[in-house]
């Protein structure tokens, strides 16, 4: 039912409930069968041990599973351990990782209050908020938490915070008028208060129309519930990858196996060598190399104040084409704050940031000091005069104890260099009329230092235009004109089409009586208008120079909030996210479109205004429809839903809510829109450094495919044993892989467009590169082998040692061609020393296999002479000469 369009007897009557009485104990008795707890409810939870074993459904860990399985039959326990193990380990990480992702319908069940005063009975009790049923009448004052939805029947200067579920910036005044109108937002619902939200000011009295899961924030619940989560473009590569590289490598040990069997080698013999082949065919470390490379990934990001929930997302972010950036607190400060004042004619701007107190004052391009300005000087201290807000500091940062707006007044007199000391010993306030939501207005009764009694008003400055007698005017008090009055007006329209919230300040003198039997007709009426101070929830200074980077990448930014068109507009354009031809959306437009519909022009709007929870959800959905990377950013219970639905959710640190950090899978720890361009990069070059080492093991692994391959088809014996390969796969590439990991980025990550989210592992020319230099490798390795077995007939395991020392030394020499995709020459082979010792240390683990004799049996292994080494070096390092010189060649041309 729409409780807001309904009169207050009229909800009365539907409801079945009594305003003075409340609910009696058996109503409620009654109710509670029918309706429930006031409770959020949550989804069944997968077991630990079923959670656990998902970990393995993946195709590519089955078909390791049952290479595992093979070769322990075979007697191959070495290898069959060595590749259980590191399955175990990549289950155990990912079991652990998601145990702790699914925690958002908890921390959203801690933003219920606690306790809620309640009618019952005829009486006013506390009870907790589970058992508020559908009917009871609830009362509520400053500070409280709303327990439930409820429709209000009392509002007494009654303010309530919902940023947390509509995104506004500031406290929305409460009414109890019917309010009617299509399409409603929460934002404009003023006679209804809903669960979780804060009372910041007043108190009130409603009558709860929902509980539970059927309130705003229960329907919020509902949607992170089933809300999908999105796989990674990286986790969607890899399991292609896994895919490609399984079906090459049965169609491979068949080939191999008929081939052998052909030519009268024995079954098992020929199975074996199947066996090995699928070993090299699949890169067992791959899945560890990628966890640690994305772990070191997180541990760079946390030095850029970006903490990493969910390992996968560190790369999604460096293929992210659209962000979707909530407004308050992330593009904003969140600190309302006065920047421009106007009185008689003239107008000053006011410098500084958030609630620091320093700030210089501006008429034009000329600097001015206010003690030298009468109008400017009167119109600051009126301004904190009439105000009941502290700046106090916190951990060496300047907060506000109060009122957003009063707040706002009180740091730009003190920019100005006014104190509450000085104007207390000057002024002494000896009646107030509080701020009130129908007068629209707050008023004291001051006395001056001569003993001079006057009154301050600040208010709407509609409202004080009307109810002033005169205006101060270039200096002086002039009667209210039609001609002046269309100025003032003016100047409030023209403060107002900047998106500034507007308060002005008005004073009249009080001739000397009994001040107690003044009320606010008497000081409100026939004011002296002296001018307005505007404000407004400003732009964080970096982000401008951020979303100029992001949109040098190919990232568009898209603002969506629940704040005015107006105001949106005004940040957006200062911020270069709204360009001319850019479209701007409401909440209205967006219930009136389908996803499909809105799809056909998502990519026009750059900001969505007096948005909803669903409509962010449609937002995101319609965009990921036209292909893009979405990353949604937010800190309010409001986003939670589009957070985990995006592609990777980022929630602010500080200012947001444990919900909606629980949502998501990237937290900002200093609440900056920069820091996600500083994540971008770095997930960009976390992205390239994993296509390095992807191409460095898999034309590892095709020079072992090939190497085998190729001694079948000639009919010569195994060049390689299975535990070798094992050893080169797991071990020997291993460091150099994890030390691809760490490359700096190239100095034009950030000018490069966004990869496409259906871009292959392969794309850009890797796959040939794999096969080419993995070719060059494998031919190495095998005429290494023939070579040996020529000179040496009768000792097949020495011609092997000398193919195992050429492969690992290839390898290891095509490192460093893997980490430029021009050629091995384009870069300092010394950028990355990570590497330079990983190299070292590989090679010391290949020379203590074949020279330790206690590894030599394991390994099946003999010491080299050093004239084979002369071979050896020689003939890795072919492949990387040949392509350097193809490199220069091509420069050349």
């Known amino acids: 039912m729409k409780f807001h369009e309904m009169r207050q007897e009229d909800i009365e009557q539907s409801l079945n409930t009594n305003y003075q009485e409340g609910l009696s104990t058996e109503e409620v008795a009654i109710r509670r069968k029918q309706f429930g707890y006031n409770q959020l409810e949550e989804a069944e939870k997968q077991s630990a041990l079923l959670l656990f074993f998902s970990q393995f459904k993946d195709f590519m860990v089955l078909v390791l599973l049952a290479a595992t399985l093979i070769s322990g039959l075979l007697g191959e326990y070495i290898d069959a351990i060595a590749i259980i193990a590191i399955v175990f380990i990549n289950g155990f990480l990912g079991f652990f990782q998601e145990r702790k992702a699914e925690r958002s319908l908890q921390a959203l069940k801690e933003l219920s209050a606690p306790q809620v005063s309640v009618l019952r009975d005829g009486k006013w009790v ?28 009392e509002a ?37 208060a809903f669960m979780g939200t804060m009372v910041t000011r007043g108190n009130g009295i409603g009558v709860v129309t929902s509980i539970g899961m059927k309130t705003a924030m229960g329907q919020i619940a509902d949607m992170i519930q089933n809300a999908e989560t999105m796989t990674t473009p990286l986790q969607r590569r890899l399991e292609e990858l896994g895919k490609i590289l ?15 069997v052909i030519q009268g080698h024995d079954m098992y013999t020929m199975f074996l060598a199947g066996v090995s082949l699928a070993v090299a065919a699949i890169p067992e470390g791959l899945p560890a190399i990628v966890t640690v490379a994305l772990s070191l990934g997180v541990q760079r990001m946390i030095k850029k104040k970006a903490i990493v929930r969910k390992l996968p997302a560190v790369e999604t972010l460096g293929c992210a084409s659209v962000i979707c950036s909530d407004k308050t607190g992330t593009l904003t400060q969140n600190k309302m704050t006065v920047t421009h004042l106007w009185s008689g004619g003239r107008t000053w701007t006011v410098t500084g940031t958030g609630y620091e107190p320093d700030g210089q004052f501006y008429t034009g391009e ?7 300005e009468n109008a400017l000087q009167q119109l600051l201290t009126f301004g904190m005069l009439c105000n009941h807000a502290e700046l106090v500091t916190r951990e060496k940062t300047f907060i506000v104890d109060g009122d ?24 002494t306030i000896v009646k107030e009329f509080p701020f009130d939501s129908t007068r629209k207005m707050m008023s004291i009764i001051v006395v001056d230092q001569n003993g001079k009694h006057f009154s301050v008003t600040k208010g709407a400055p509609d409202v004080l235009v009307g109810k002033s007698e005169s205006i101060l005017w270039e200096g002086r008090l002039q009667p209210k004109s039609p001609e002046v009055t269309e100025k003032v007006e003016g100047a409030i329209s023209e403060m ?99 996803v499909h519909e809105l799809e056909e022009i998502v990519d026009e709007v750059s900001v969505f205004a007096r948005v909803s929870p669903e409509h962010k959800l ?62 971008i990069q770095e997930g960009r070059n976390i992205y390239e450094n994993i296509r390095k080492f992807i191409r460095y093991l898999l034309a590892s692994n095709v020079g072992e495919i090939l190497v085998m391959l190729f001694a079948m088809i000639l009919a010569l014996p195994l060049p390689l044993v299975p535990i070798q390969i094992l050893w080169v796969n797991l071990v020997t590439d291993g460091l150099p892989a994890m030390a691809l990991g760490l490359d700096k980025p190239e100095d034009d990550v950030m000018r490069r467009k966004p990869r496409h989210p259906k871009e292959g592992v392969f794309a850009r020319g890797l796959g040939w590169k794999v096969v080419s230099r993995g070719f060059l490798i494998g031919g190495a390795t095998l005429l290494a082998f023939m070579l040996s077995y020529k000179t040496h007939p009768d000792h097949l395991a020495y011609a092997q040692t000398v193919a195992f020392a050429t492969l690992v030394m290839a390898q290891l020499i095509h490192v460093f061609d893997c980490r430029s995709e021009v050629s ?45 080494w002369l071979l050896i070096i020689g003939l890795s390092s072919v492949p990387t000469f040949l392509l350097a010189g193809s490199f220069f060649a091509r420069k050349k041309q």
């Open 404 to 427: 957003p707006t009063e707040g706002a007044l009180l740091v730009a007199g003190l920019k100005a260099g006014l104190s509450r000391e000085s104007l207390q010993k000057k002024f």
């Open 496 to 594: 107002s089409s900047n998106a500034l919230r507007n308060i002005a300040i008005a004073y009249k003198p009080i001739k000397e009586r009994a001040v107690e039997a003044l009320v606010e007709e008497d000081v409100e009426e026939g004011v002296t208008f002296i001018g307005l101070q505007g404000m407004i929830d400003p732009p964080r200074p970096e982000v401008k120079q951020a979303v100029k980077e992001c949109r040098a990448a190919g990232i568009k930014t898209v603002m969506i909030t629940g704040d005015h068109v107006l105001t949106a507009k005004a940040i957006a354009k200062q911020l270069g996210i709204l360009k001319n031809k850019d479209r701007v959306m409401d909440g209205k437009e967006l219930n009136a479109m389908e």
């Open 156 to 192: 007494n200067n009654l303010e309530i915070e919902e940023s947390a579920l509509t995104g506004e910036s500031l406290p929305v005044t409460k009414s109890t008028n019917p309010v009617n109108g299509e399409n409603m937002s929460l934002g404009d619902l003023e006679n209804m």
């Open 618 to 679: 449609k937002i995101v959905k319609a965009l990921q429809n036209r292909g893009h990377v979405v990353a949604m950013t937010g800190d309010g219970v409001n986003d939670a839903p589009a957070i985990k639905s995006s592609d990777i959710g980022v929630a602010m640190g500080i200012t947001g809510t444990d919900v909606s950090k629980e949502s998501s899978s990237l937290v900002l720890l200093d609440d900056n829109f920069a820091t996600i361009k500083s994540a």
């Open 246 to 260: 399984i079906t090459v490598a049965l169609v491979l040990t068949g080939l191999v196996v008929g081939i052998g």
């Open 126 to 153: 506390k009870i907790v908020s589970k058992d508020v049923i559908i009917g009871d009448v609830i009362r509520f004052a400053s500070g409280d938490r709303i327990g439930a939805d409820v429709r209000l029947i």
């Open 366 to 372: 000329k600097r001015v000091t206010p003690h030298s």
């Open 824 to 868: 091995v020459f384009s870069r300092n082979p010394f950028g990355n020393m990570y590497l330079v010792f990983a190299v070292l240390s590989s090679l010391i683990l290949m020379l203590l296999v074949i020279y330790i004799p206690s590894l030599q049996p394991i390994f099946h292994t003999v010491p080299i002479v050093l004239k084979d």
